[in-house]
């Protein structure tokens, strides 16, 4: 094929293919929420409490172990999972248990959740229990909150803000 005939032919295709990609990143038109919602989002990244506190060896104890192996105090790793519950208007939306992350359980619980609510005056309860050995929830939070449509109001846990944190 001469080259006179390949240029336009390529230059054709070249153009073609443009478009495709210049209608394809603009349409079909993508919504993330409707009209009148708005977005919940749970994103938290906590470890839970030991499930086992540390307990001193006694002399004992450490004259049976190897001279290497002799650390006064038996810690184990594992760590609780962290519960949360989320209620909205009174009725459950979210109600998981995280598990600790790692081979021996001793790294911290992630949780990564969202849902779309309808935009408007909603009460909020979040509750958190980050220690397998209290009954109910450790951390508690409850909150009034006035949802415009768009709006994204994220729940996290913060132990130097005081736990739960909304925003």
Same mark, same amino acid.
């Given at each position: 094929?001469?080259?006179?005939?390949?240029?336009?032919?390529?230059?054709?295709?070249?153009? #073609?293919?443009?478009?495709?990609?210049?209608?394809?990143?603009?349409?079909?038109?993508?919504? #993330?929420?409707? +009209?009148?919602? %708005?977005?919940?989002?749970?994103?938290?990244?906590?470890?839970?409490?030991?499930?086992?506190?540390? $307990?001193?060896?006694?002399?004992?104890?450490?004259?049976?172990?190897?001279?290497?192996?002799? !650390?006064?105090?038996?810690?184990?790793?594992?760590?609780?999972?962290?519960?949360?519950?989320?209620?909205?208007?009174?009725?459950?939306?979210?109600?998981?248990?995280?598990?600790? !992350?790692?081979?021996?359980?001793? %790294?911290?619980?992630? !949780?990564?959740?969202?849902?779309?609510?309808?935009?408007?005056?909603?009460?909020?309860?979040?509750?958190?229990? +980050? +220690?397998?050995?209290?009954?109910?929830?450790?951390?508690? $939070?409850?909150?009034? #909150?006035?949802?415009?449509? %768009?709006?994204?109001?994220?729940?996290?846990?913060?132990?130097?803000?005081?736990?739960?944190?909304?925003?």
């Amino acid at each position: 094929m001469s080259k006179f005939i390949r240029y336009p032919v390529q230059a054709v295709l070249y153009g #073609l293919f443009a478009l495709v990609v210049g209608y394809f990143s603009t349409s079909p038109h993508y919504r #993330l929420l409707g +009209d009148s919602e %708005g977005l919940l989002r749970l994103s938290l990244q906590h470890p839970g409490k030991l499930l086992v506190e540390c $307990r001193q060896r006694s002399p004992e104890e450490l004259a049976k172990m190897p001279p290497n192996m002799r !650390a006064s105090a038996d810690c184990p790793r594992e760590r609780s999972p962290v519960a949360v519950r989320i209620e909205l208007d009174g009725k459950p939306i979210i109600d998981d248990s995280y598990a600790p !992350a790692g081979l021996s359980k001793d %790294g911290a619980s992630a !949780a990564y959740r969202r849902m779309p609510i309808p935009a408007g005056q909603h009460q909020l309860h979040v509750r958190i229990n +980050d +220690d397998k050995n209290v009954k109910g929830y450790t951390h508690d $939070r409850e909150l009034a #909150l006035n949802v415009k449509p %768009g709006q994204i109001v994220l729940i996290d846990f913060q132990p130097e803000l005081g736990g739960v944190v909304i925003r």
